[in-house]
């Protein structure tokens, strides 16, 4: 056996000791925000995504103004142009939210100012450029494939990633809102804590989002890895705000929130670990990218 795959299986061996072991919290992560997935064919995706789409962005919308709850999980001043003799930097921070019922998973926010126009950074999360800027920005990602135009502004597709730490791959099934997003006007919540909560996103604010959904089997036949074993089914609702920061518009303020689960085989601790880590590289990559004038 080679050093390499030696000290690979010593790794793997760790971890699942610290997860058996050390971890404050044994549970596992379990398929809760699948849940409320629709489920998503050809022949109703265009009915059930927008929807579930309006109930995603007003249920984010609303945690974004709760002051109390969210526990700040990393932070960084990222410096423009890798340069700390420029003073020019960014500042990002990573919080983690628990839901109002204390179900998994938890709600994951990321800000950050850049300095760049709000359309130009919109560009980066756009399908047209998803593949070659998410293999740039997010270190997990792997892949990604369209199954099919579910409207004008929505695209059903799949989504993979690398392994996070020593565990198997994942596989989303997503619906990727493209062409003119707009941030809902004053959404009224009527459900939960949050009832009669009016949202104070700006109107017309510009929005990318990727919104759970579970396939068909005439999609799962579309799939390019469903008869790979080697990844397992994973759920993501992820949505990113870009507020101009300063008056002349050329500074953005990104906002995003996602509720991830990754299965029930990755300890809690150890998920959060990856996620945190992987947050905040995607967000240095977007400071980069944004910063050298890449877009």
């Not at 044994?26 to 629709?38: C, M």
């Not at 204390?102 to 850049?114: D, N, R, S």
């Not at 890895?225 to 992820?238: G, L, P, T």
């Amino acid at each position: 056996m080679s050093k390499a795959n030696v000290w690979g299986v010593a790794y793997a061996l760790v971890v699942i000791m610290l997860s058996l072991n050390y971890s404050t919290d044994n549970s596992l992560i379990v398929n809760v925000s699948s849940q409320s997935s629709p489920i998503v064919g050809r022949f109703n995706a265009s009915a059930v995504l927008p929807k579930r789409l309006a109930d995603v962005h007003a249920d984010f919308a609303s945690v974004l103004e709760q002051k109390e709850g969210w526990v700040v999980i990393r932070t960084a001043t990222h410096y423009h142009d890798s340069s700390v003799a420029n003073g020019k930097s960014s500042e990002i921070a990573i919080e983690r939210l628990n839901s109002v019922s204390g179900e998994w998973p938890p709600y994951i926010k990321a800000t950050v100012t850049l300095p760049s126009s709000p359309d130009k950074v919109q560009k980066l999360f756009n399908w047209q450029s998803f593949d070659m800027n998410q293999k740039a920005l997010d270190p997990l990602y792997e892949g990604s494939s369209l199954l099919f135009d579910a409207s004008s502004e929505i695209k059903v597709i799949e989504k993979t990633t690398k392994r996070p730490l020593v565990f198997a791959k994942r596989r989303m099934t997503l619906g990727l809102v493209t062409g003119q997003s707009k941030a809902l006007v004053s959404a009224r919540v009527t459900t939960g804590k949050q009832r009669g909560f009016i949202s104070k996103i700006p109107k017309g604010t510009l929005m990318s989002s990727l919104i759970n959904c579970n396939p068909t089997d005439d999609l799962k036949k579309l799939s390019t890895v469903v008869a790979d074993r080697n990844y397992i089914s994973a759920y993501q609702d992820f949505v990113a705000w870009f507020e101009s920061a300063n008056e002349s518009g050329t500074e953005t303020k990104l906002t995003i929130v996602t509720k991830m689960d990754f299965g029930s085989d990755i300890p809690k601790w150890a998920f959060m670990m990856a996620i945190g880590s992987s947050i905040l590289k995607m967000m240095r990559s977007v400071v980069d990218h944004t910063s050298s004038n890449n877009l």
